[in-house]
T-cell receptor
Framework: QQQVKQSPQSLIVQKGGISIINCAYE??????FPWYQQFPGKGPALLIAIRPDVSEKKEGRFTISFNKSAKQFSLHIMDSQPGDSATYFC??????????WGAGTKLIIKP | GAGVSQSPRYKVAKRGQDVALRCDPI?????LFWYQQALGQGPEFLTYFQNEAQLDKSGLPSDRFFAERPEGSVSTLKIQRTQQEDSAVYLCASSFVTSGAAGSTEQFFGPGTRLTVL
C-alpha cells in the first residue's frame, strides 16, 4: 500500500519533443505528490508538486496531470531541452511526512 | 549558503569501521529527514526528527544505525560496524513545517554523502 510505481525506467527524447513520465500509487491517504529532479552528484530538487484536489498544474514547461480515480499522476515536459537531461523521481506523502519515492526515470534529451 | 549542507561529501570506510555523517539543515526548519539512496534507486526513508525529538526511526535498517539531533538543528547519522550493504548515498532533507501540519510541504535536500564500504 505504500508503493509508488514509476515508468519508464529510462527515456530518450529529441530536443523540442514532449517527455512523459508516469507514476501510480496505492495509498489513497496520500495528499501530496511532488516530482523531483536529480542531477549526478546532487541531491534531489523539487520541480513541481500537486495536491489531489486539482487535476492539473502547470509551471512553465512542466505540467503534472493527476487522475485521482485511477490513482495515477504524470509529468509532462514540453519543448524538452538538453539541460533537462537528469533523473526524475515521483513521490507521495501524507501530511508532510516521509516521502515514498518511485524508482526514478533517467531522461536523456538528444540535441 | 542558505541550503542544506552535508559533510563529508564522500566517505570510504573499511568494513567494521564506525562512521558519522553530518547534516546542517536550513535555519529555522523544524522537520529533518534522513534517506538512504542505493545506486540507481529512489531514496528510502530512514528516520524523522521534529526539532530535537526523533519521532520515527522505523526505516533504520538495523541497530547499527543511530541518528541524533540534540539541539534541534544539526543532525548526525552514525553507522557502527559498517557493512558492504551500507554503501549508498545518505541524503538529509529539511522542511519548515511539522508532520501533520497544513501548508508548504517541500522537503529541501542536501547534496548527500556517498558512503563506500570496502
Amino acid at each position: 500500500q505504500q508503493q509508488v510505481k514509476q515508468s519508464p525506467q529510462s527515456l530518450i527524447v529529441q530536443k523540442g519533443g514532449i517527455s512523459i513520465i508516469n507514476c501510480a500509487y496505492e495509498n489513497t491517504a496520500f495528499d501530496y505528490f511532488p516530482w523531483y529532479q536529480q542531477f549526478p552528484g546532487k541531491g534531489p530538487a523539487l520541480l513541481i508538486a500537486i495536491r489531489p484536489d486539482v487535476s492539473e498544474k502547470k509551471e512553465g514547461r512542466f505540467t503534472i496531470s493527476f487522475n485521482k480515480s485511477a490513482k495515477q499522476f504524470s509529468l509532462h515536459i514540453m519543448d524538452s531541452q538538453p539541460g533537462d537531461s537528469a533523473t526524475y523521481f515521483c513521490a507521495a506523502s501524507r501530511r508532510n511526512y516521509q516521502l515514498i519515492w518511485g524508482a526514478g526515470t533517467k531522461l536523456i534529451i538528444k540535441p | 549558503g542558505a541550503g542544506v549542507s552535508q559533510s563529508p561529501r564522500y566517505k570510504v570506510a573499511k568494513r567494521g569501521q564506525d562512521v558519522a555523517l553530518r547534516c546542517d539543515p536550513i535555519s529555522g526548519h523544524v522537520s529533518l529527514f534522513w534517506y538512504q539512496q542505493a545506486l540507481g534507486q529512489g531514496p528510502e526513508f530512514l528516520t524523522y526528527f521534529q526539532n530535537e525529538a526523533q519521532l520515527d526511526k522505523s526505516g533504520l535498517p538495523s541497530d547499527r544505525f543511530f541518528a541524533e539531533r540534540p539541539e534541534g538543528s544539526v543532525s548526525t547519522l552514525k553507522i557502527q560496524r559498517t557493512q558492504q550493504e551500507d554503501s549508498a548515498v545518505y541524503l538529509c532533507a529539511s522542511s519548515f513545517v511539522t508532520s501533520g501540519a497544513a501548508g508548504s510541504t517541500e522537503q529541501f535536500f542536501g547534496p548527500g554523502t556517498r558512503l563506500t564500504v570496502l
